[in-house]
């Protein structure tokens, strides 16, 4: 680039002396000459700083960009993580649902099997109680089997003999059946202190000497145990 012209400025004449020469004035010539010289360098570098480029940036401004950049990268980093923690939240809530549904059908289906037991045992204790003893009187059938025979045959019979043989055989046939299912009499109470454990006192009588005072003076039904629990008291009569 061509440099700008130079321009020396005029020195200014130097007065004559007594001796008709400038020295004394203006001193010594060469001088003169470095003076402008001087001069002449001081306006290069005075036009060379005002070609050069002039930076009016401020350092504030310089630090916007980097500013800017880093907003922007912290921009992109928030946007990925709500995109992260969105996905993290959709897959928990899938989860959550799969898990509701699983627990709902299997509560459905326990409810169902609840009131299938239910329905079933209700059932069950019915069918108990109706037919509890359906054992018992199919064992008993042939006992009324043979009362039936008695009494057909007791119409024909004149011997009171042989009724009260069959009579007595049909009850130790029903014994014997009840015995088998757990039912036992109880021991003759007469004579014994009364026991309100096992007998139920009717009513009161004299007693027929003094030592039977507060015992069992007769026996009006005997008593019954089933597995030796009382299911019947024996109604006895107390003497006093």
């Known amino acids: 680039m061509p440099g700008r012209p130079l321009f020396f400025a005029s020195l200014p004449s130097c007065p004559p002396n007594g001796h008709g020469t400038g020295i004394d004035q203006c001193g010594d010539p060469g001088m003169r000459v470095i003076s402008s010289h001087t001069r002449t360098y001081s306006v290069m570098t005075m036009d060379n700083e005002r070609m050069k480029p002039q930076d009016t940036t ?54 169902a099997e609840f009131d299938n037991f239910r329905k079933r045992t209700a059932k069950e204790r019915l069918d108990l109680i109706q037919y509890a003893g359906a054992n018992t009187l199919a064992a008993i059938l042939p006992v009324m089997d043979d009362l039936e025979r008695a ?30 299912q757990g039912l036992k009499p109880m021991d ?40 030796d629990k009382v299911i019947r008291y024996a109604r006895v009569v107390v003497g006093e």
Not at 83 to 92: C, D, I, M, N, V
Not at 165 to 174: A, F, S
Not at 190 to 197: C, E, H, P, S, Y
């Open 58 to 111: 401020t350092p504030e401004e310089a630090a916007m960009p980097e500013e800017a950049s880093g907003s922007t990268t912290e921009d992109q980093d928030n946007g990925t993580s709500d995109s992260t923690a969105e996905a993290t939240l959709q897959g928990e809530l899938e989860a959550m649902r799969t898990e509701h549904q699983a627990l709902h059908d299997k509560y459905v289906r326990l409810f």
């Open 151 to 180: 009494v057909a045959n007791n119409e024909k019979v004149e011997d009171i003999g042989a009724v009260r043989d069959g009579v007595r055989l049909i009850q130790q046939k029903l014994l014997n059946i009840l015995t088998g």
């Open 188 to 227: 003759d109470a007469k004579g014994k202190a009364f026991d309100t454990d096992h007998h139920e006192a009717i009513t009161r009588a004299p007693a027929p000497s003094d030592d039977l005072k507060g015992k069992v003076i007769d026996v009006v039904e005997n008593g019954y145990t089933l597995h």
